[in-house]
């Protein structure tokens, strides 16, 4: 019993960490057709923003938070504005989108070197102390991690399906043509859409560095996580994303547990394999059948 609550504990931890992560990027490929692979460094931005107003101006933690949180939408809004805008409707978009965005991200990655070190800190946001359950100890901190998921995915599910704002995502994903002709600013939505992507995407990274530490590199392990997921849910389900990241984070949870935390990431990647074997679509994607 104490296993099975540890194992579960742990995994709801983990997946909720994933799922931040990875619903973003869902949301920006099911939406645009765009897999940014900048998306790691919204993460280390948001984790960074935390640290230093935390650590410099002594702010409180729910303010930390908050300027983690602005600081991956501010980042997500100027790489739409900057760059992204620019190469929309530029032939092989997909391609040349994930070109460009590896080249962000490398930047970024360097400026964040030079301006803090190599040297990995210490997340001042966390939440100190534990409780037991069934003789099983219980952090805080893992509780804080899935609430503020759960909160801010639930935000997402809300705005998606219950507001217009919702509504025109949802028809720019389907068909942008179409959109269009509804009378959907599809440029606006694809803005916001990364904005979104950033602030889950942020959080995610404050959450991970309060286990895991701060680095400059801190958001490419979770990136290559985000898209193990993504692929598994089915590209562009961002439904399929949230879910899958819970499933694969109670699955790491166990083989870490049973098997060793360093077969953690081969074992999900000889499943991802499986997985595709027989479901090439991912496991809530659906085959696109094109007609000539």
Not at 29 to 36: A, E, Q, R
Request: with cysteine; proline share 3%.
């Amino acid at each position: 019993m104490d296993a099975a609550i540890q194992i579960i504990i742990t995994g709801l931890t983990l997946g909720a960490m994933y799922a931040l992560a990875s619903v973003g990027l869902a949301l920006t490929y099911g939406t645009m057709g765009m897999f940014n692979m900048a998306h790691g460094m919204f993460m280390t931005i948001g984790a960074y923003a935390s640290y230093s107003l935390s650590s410099a101006f002594g702010a409180p933690l729910p303010l930390a938070l908050v300027a983690g949180i602005c600081a991956g939408a501010i980042s997500g809004s100027l790489l739409h504005l900057l760059i992204v805008r620019f190469m929309l409707h530029t032939e092989d978009f997909q391609t040349t989108i994930m070109v460009a965005t590896a080249g962000v991200a490398i930047a970024l990655q360097d400026l964040i070197l030079k301006r803090y070190g190599a040297y990995p800190f210490k997340q001042p946001a966390q939440i100190e102390g534990s409780f037991r359950l069934a003789g099983t100890a219980i952090s805080y901190q893992s509780i804080v991690i899935v609430a503020m998921a759960a909160l801010l995915i639930g935000a997402l599910a809300w705005l998606l399906t219950y507001t217009k704002f919702g509504l025109a995502i949802r028809a720019t994903a389907m068909n942008q043509d179409a959109a269009k002709l509804m009378g959907v600013r599809t440029e606006r939505t694809y803005l916001q859409v990364i904005v979104i992507a950033g602030v889950l995407a942020s959080a995610a990274g404050i959450l991970i560095s309060s286990l895991a530490g701060l680095s400059p590199a801190m958001g490419t392990d979770p990136l290559i996580r985000a898209f193990i997921i993504c692929v598994v849910a089915g590209l562009g389900s961002v439904t399929g994303a949230g879910l899958a990241a819970i499933m694969m984070g109670l699955f790491e949870a166990a083989i870490s547990y049973y098997i060793g935390a360093r077969f953690g990431l081969p074992v999900m990647l000889g499943l991802v394999v499986l997985i595709l074997i027989f479901r090439p679509a991912g496991l809530f994607g659906r085959m696109e059948v094109v007609r000539s």
